[in-house]
């Protein structure tokens, strides 16, 4: 049975409302490491957190709902973790937050299946600040377009088609045998892995695709344009808005993020085409970075449903080809 399908209107209500409110608190959480300054706001939101957590979990427990033991372990882990930032203890912060980052995700799913309530709310998936998965993203642009340009076609050719069949069977071994999700998750991948990734499509097999269709239907220069704007300019979208971005232009992304991405994505394909396309007359390459520049910032900006590891990729060496190359 769905573990909400119990639940009336008005338990989603609640349940709706707190799982916003812990939304929030992590989204602010998890931005930078908290300091002493920030104390008492985090330690007044804990408290409130917790009991609130303790409060939905006794209705839904009421209700016979599956999610009340959820709601226990999450309110456990609030309660500790407000213990853990009180002695400052960071390595024990940031486990704990990573396992409520997790049951975050839990309860957005299932708040989702309620269209009336989630309508009104704004459960985003959570992407903490991570500078390991930043230099993950920047080293496989810059390692697709070497091995394009150092290696045989040929290589490239089997490589790519292999690449594709190893990302399918992981995604889908992992969702039919839960104990390799986990060392997946847990062991291998756990330092550039957003929680929302356990249960669903992650962002490298989106990343794969995208560069598998390109490098297939689409001219190469445009492809590599395509894969360096991705590779540089959505971690500095990522970094500069987490950290600077304080005016949003569109649900949680900032100017400031849109604008670093901008500014990244036409300096990076004005510098490669300049370097790969020696003929080419200035306004050519000033095109090509202006192009690829909005078409990126645009189709990150609004990037919900479709991952933009694949969207921004396909999108911008799609227009480059038809424009351009």
């Keep these: 049975m ?33 300091t002493e300054a920030d104390w008492e706001r985090f ?35 609030l309660r500790a973790l407000s213990t853990e930032f009180a002695a400052s203890r960071r390595a024990r912060m940031k486990e704990l937050s990573t396992q409520i980052a997790l049951q975050y995700e839990d309860l957005r799913r299932a708040v989702q299946r309620f269209p009336k309530v989630s309508a009104g709310l ?24 070497a091995a394009a340009e150092l290696l045989p076609a040929s290589f490239c050719t089997w490589a790519m088609a292999g690449f594709i069949t190893m990302v399918v069977a992981l995604e889908t071994l992992r969702r039919l045998v839960p104990a390799l999700n986990d060392f997946l998750m847990d062991r291998i991948f756990h330092r550039i892995a957003r929680p929302r990734e356990r249960k669903e499509v992650n962002s490298a097999s989106w990343y794969t695709l995208a560069l598998t269709l390109t490098y297939f239907l689409l001219p190469l220069r445009a492809v590599e344009v395509g894969v360096l704007v991705l590779a540089f300019a959505d971690p500095a979208a990522s970094i500069v808005g987490k950290r600077w971005g304080r ?29 790969m396309v020696p ?47």
Excluded: C
């Design 279 to 325: 003929g080419a007359s200035l306004a050519w390459r000033l095109g090509v970075a202006g192009v690829a520049a909005a078409v990126g910032t645009v189709v990150e900006l609004f990037s919900e449903k479709l991952d933009d590891n694949f969207s921004v990729l396909v999108a911008v060496a799609g227009v480059l080809s038809v424009s351009f190359f």
């Design 2 to 34: 769905n573990a909400t399908a119990t639940l009336d209107i008005s338990s989603q209500e609640v349940l709706g409302a707190f799982v916003q409110e812990l939304h929030d608190f992590m989204a602010s959480f998890q931005l930078r490491a908290p």
């Design 43 to 77: 330690r007044q939101m804990l408290a409130d957190l917790q009991a609130k957590a303790q409060a939905t979990r006794d209705l839904l427990q009421a209700r016979r709902a599956t999610l009340a033991p959820k709601l226990e372990q999450l309110s456990e882990n």
């Design 247 to 275: 005016t949003k232009v569109y649900r949680e992304k900032s100017w400031l993020g849109s604008a670093a991405f901008a500014v990244t994505a036409a300096l990076v394909s004005f510098g490669f085409v300049a370097l």
């Design 122 to 145: 704004t459960l985003r998936k959570l992407k903490p600040v991570n500078y390991g998965r930043n230099l993950f993203h920047v080293s496989n642009g810059v390692l697709a377009v």
